[in-house]
């Protein structure tokens, strides 16, 4: 299996501009998660699915983020528009249903606002 | 104060030495518990669940302490491919699969 597959690996921008953040879990999974990581606050969910059904998205910062999962083998976060804080380490992760805990991670995005 | 807190380190181990570090979790109906190592640039991937009697994995061994609210790992025989940062992550159990992440412990393994 080739694993949970992100893309872009790396994202540079400029303020205000969009940004589009794609993720394909691994075949099979029920659970798909979307985290971002910075220094000063770990990683933080933003928010995670369950067959394709959004289930907790407490975690996303404000109205200038959203996710979708439109099918069971993708999903995309977008920024509209980017601030330079949205700066961070985004990470898409997934999991097979009998497996509550246990995420598999994708190499992450490394997303820079300017 | 945070749900699942961590000392950051480094924790600084001779080659062959033990470590061991706690986490702390502030939600007592806290279901399962999970450590994870991220080595620096990458992604974090599961190092191991943990269980309420306490289970070992070659050299690592989990504890939970469900009374004072922790948990531990303890890295026997530290080999210089053991210098991570080692997140503690919580699942509460109520709200699906949510899991919360420590800030992590960073390990480093020295010749």
């Known amino acids: 299996d080739a694993g949970v597959i992100q893309s872009p690996r790396h994202e540079v921008t400029e303020m205000g501009q969009e940004v589009t953040l794609r993720c394909k879990p691994i075949?099979?999974?029920?659970?798909l998660f979307w985290y971002r990581q910075t220094m000063m606050r770990g990683l933080e969910l933003l928010i995670y699915?369950?067959?394709?059904?959004?289930?907790?998205d407490s975690g996303m910062p404000e109205d200038r983020f959203s996710a979708k999962m439109p099918n069971a083998s993708f999903s995309t976060l977008k920024i509209q528009p980017s601030e330079p804080r949205d700066s961070a380490v985004y990470f898409c992760?997934?999991?097979?249903?009998?497996?509550?805990?246990?995420?598999?991670f994708g190499s992450g995005t490394q997303l820079s606002v300017l | 104060r945070k749900e699942v807190e961590q000392d950051p380190g480094p924790f600084n181990v001779p080659e062959g030495a033990t470590v061991a570090f706690n986490c702390t979790y502030s939600?007592?109906?806290?279901?399962?518990f999970f450590w994870y190592r991220q080595d620096c640039r990458k992604e974090p991937k599961l190092l191991m669940s943990?269980?309420?009697s306490g289970n070992e994995d070659g050299r690592f061994t989990a504890q939970l302490n469900r009374a004072s609210q922790y948990i531990s790992l303890l890295i026997r025989d530290s080999k210089l491919s053991d210098s991570a940062t080692y997140l503690c992550?919580?699942?509460?159990?109520?709200?699906?699969?949510?899991?919360?992440f420590g800030g992590g412990t960073r390990v480093l393994v020295k010749p």
């Open positions: 992760a997934s999991s097979p249903a009998s497996g509550v805990g246990k995420l598999f």
């Open positions: 075949s099979g999974h029920d659970y």
């Open positions: 699915f369950n067959n394709n059904v959004p289930i907790d």
């Open positions: 939600n007592s109906a806290s279901q399962s």
């Open positions: 943990v269980y309420s």
């Open positions: 992550v919580v699942n509460p159990g109520a709200a699906g699969n949510k899991l919360t």
